[in-house]
């Protein structure tokens, strides 16, 4: 098949390109790097700041319009599938449309039903929007509802969801929110990830240190909960100067963020969150722990009843700090969980199995 994957997030696009490569498809990547993390594609759809950057990408975009058509299957990463204003993504979706033959929407982050759902039908105990029946208010929260609330995104969102031929969830949370609306034509498929070709090496129980890594996205470190998981990191570091060493990456591009996080015994990530998103799931590949989004829902979607080697937190900083802690004086813990995480990775997100199942779904369609 040939397939184009258009816009990026987290090198969700890219990874499964790789794959799919590997299972003999010609596949391009279009999308803008997501932004400072400079992801790999072949197609380079970057934006520059400011007003004539705009201007720029449109005539970027007009001049390689030919080469994002006589496609088998067309993926976009979300209804914002370029960084352009809604209401320049419409005429550019029919045209999408139009010249090939299949599309498919990816819920993998931000978007109307996400963000309408969390809100209004709460099916979550807590998320970015909500916590139990109360409505998540601060400033990060407040701008995601105003971008996707009764605005052009909410439209375009409502109208390629109902045109497309398929829409994958990548997360629980995301699913959750879908299925609802498109019964039949949503299908969660893992996020995948490229195994580490040498098996992390576990770590002794001597070891005199718990060695912590935490990024921290620009902007987003309240909408994330990184603001509460960093405090928590930075008082238990306070507490046991000792056995406890925190590493921050900020704002860094993907090559850099990865180098860092080698070597951890665990990542803090997304606080709000049931499920690892990728920069964990990447870490639990090397053998480095996850410490965010380990919920029931999270092993039940994978059918998963062995293997659970998150440290599930609460939204709270007691939570996140009392997990830590318990970490720290029981690091005998650590290399069974290292383990598992690891072969969670391999049973549940490595890339060829996660890209034969879009090879299959792109087939049915």
Not at 180 to 203: A, N
Not at 274 to 293: D, E, F, H, Q, R
Not at 295 to 315: A, F, G, K, Q, S
């Amino acid at each position: 098949m040939k397939i184009l994957l258009l816009g990026e997030y987290s090198n969700v696009h890219w990874t499964l390109a790789e794959g799919l490569r590997k299972l003999g498809h010609d596949v391009t990547v279009a999308s803008n790097g997501d932004f400072w993390k400079d992801y790999p594609r072949d197609i380079d759809l970057a934006r520059k700041p400011g007003k004539w950057g705009g201007i720029k990408l449109m005539t970027k975009i007009a001049a390689c319009l030919p080469r994002l058509r006589g496609y088998d299957v067309v993926q976009l990463i979300n209804p914002i599938f370029m960084e352009l204003r809604a209401e320049r993504l419409f005429p550019i979706y029919r045209y999408l449309r139009r010249h090939n033959r299949k599309v498919v929407l990816g819920a993998m982050g931000m978007d109307w039903y996400w963000v309408h759902t969390c809100i209004h039908e709460k099916p979550l105990r807590y998320s970015d929007f909500n916590i139990g029946d109360q409505v998540r208010n601060d400033a990060p929260a407040q701008k995601e509802k105003a971008d996707w609330l009764g605005t052009a995104k909410e439209r375009l969102n409502k109208l390629i969801a109902d045109d497309c031929d398929a829409i994958v969830t990548g997360l629980y949370e995301y699913d959750v929110c879908y299925r609802p609306h498109f019964p039949d034509k949503t299908h969660f498929i893992p996020y995948p990830i490229v195994m580490p070709t040498l098996t992390p090496q576990q770590p002794t129980h001597s070891d005199p240190k718990l060695k912590l890594f935490i990024g921290i996205s620009r902007g987003r470190s309240a909408y994330k909960g990184t603001d509460i998981m960093l405090r928590a990191a930075e008082d238990l570091q306070r507490n046991y100067p000792e056995r406890v060493e925190l590493l921050k990456a900020e704002g860094v591009p993907y090559a850099i963020y990865e180098q860092m996080m080698n070597g951890s015994d665990a990542i803090l990530d997304q606080l709000y969150s049931y499920t690892p998103s990728m920069n964990p799931l990447l870490a639990m590949s090397k053998g480095i722990i996850c410490v965010g989004g380990g919920e029931p829902e999270n092993y039940e979607i994978l059918d998963e009843t062995e293997l659970h080697p998150i440290i599930n937190v609460e939204p709270t900083y007691e939570s996140v700090y009392a997990q830590l802690e318990q970490l720290v004086l029981h690091q005998e813990r650590i290399p069974e969980l290292k383990r598992q995480s690891v072969e969670y990775i391999r049973r549940h997100h490595d890339y060829l199995k996660v890209a034969r199942q879009y090879e299959e779904l792109y087939q049915s369609l």
